[in-house]
């Protein structure tokens, strides 16, 4: 159902990339409450970590349309995340088409739920391709700990879940040790 909506762009952002559009998802009101909602089905902790731009797309209409979804940790680039002394954290990650580096703030994982001694978070994005961006988010959030009043909690991602899956990149093998990884779309090959 969803597969079908999807649009793809070879050559785009640089030649060699196959862009895979997810925009027509948005592009009409039933189809992304249901996406919205099978997503939600996916998601294995309260807090979802999402990366911008795409990833924000469907990780905050989470927060009202699904029950099991308490806190968004939005992750972005660099000066877009006003920040006090010791909360901003930076992350290095590999793209598909580069190196790059994106942020968090700790306050932003303190405001969900922890469970025990341990927040646990399911990062969620759009696309997994490579894995570098989903690798390296979880990396940055488990080697970091949450302060609340006197209490430590450790970060811990829990699964990995995407919207859509290039099965053909193999970006799965790079993350599928640290945690479970779920897709709601495979697409075989972008050719």
């Known amino acids: 159902m969803y597969e079908d909506l999807l649009k793809y762009y070879p050559g785009f952002p640089i030649e060699g990339v196959n862009f895979v559009d997810i925009i027509p998802l948005m592009q009409d009101k039933e189809t992304f409450k249901s996406l919205i909602k099978d997503l939600g089905k996916l998601i294995g902790s309260p807090n979802v970590a999402a990366p911008e731009a795409r990833g924000f797309l469907f990780a905050a209409p989470m927060l009202v349309s699904c029950d099991n979804v308490v806190n968004v940790i939005p992750m972005r680039k ?3 995340l006003p920040y006090t002394e010791g909360d901003l954290v930076g992350v290095d990650i590999t793209k598909e ?4 580096k ?16 341990t927040f646990n978070v399911t990062f ?3 696309i997994l391709a490579t894995g570098g961006t ?8 488990e080697q970091h700990k949450v302060i ?9 991602v829990t699964d990995f879940v995407f919207l859509a899956e290039l099965d ?8 599928e040790d640290v945690a479970p990884v779920k897709s709601l779309i495979h697409i075989a090959g972008t050719d």
């Open 78 to 80: 660099k000066g877009k």
């Open 148 to 156: 609340i009043g006197e209490k430590e909690y450790g970060i811990k």
């Open 124 to 126: 969620f994005d759009d």
């Open 97 to 100: 088409y580069g190196k790059d």
């Open 168 to 175: 053909d990149l193999n970006g799965r093998a790079l993350i």
């Open 134 to 141: 989903a690798k390296g988010i979880a990396e940055g959030l």
């Open 102 to 117: 994106i942020f968090f703030r700790l306050s932003d994982v303190a405001a969900g739920v922890p469970e025990g001694d």
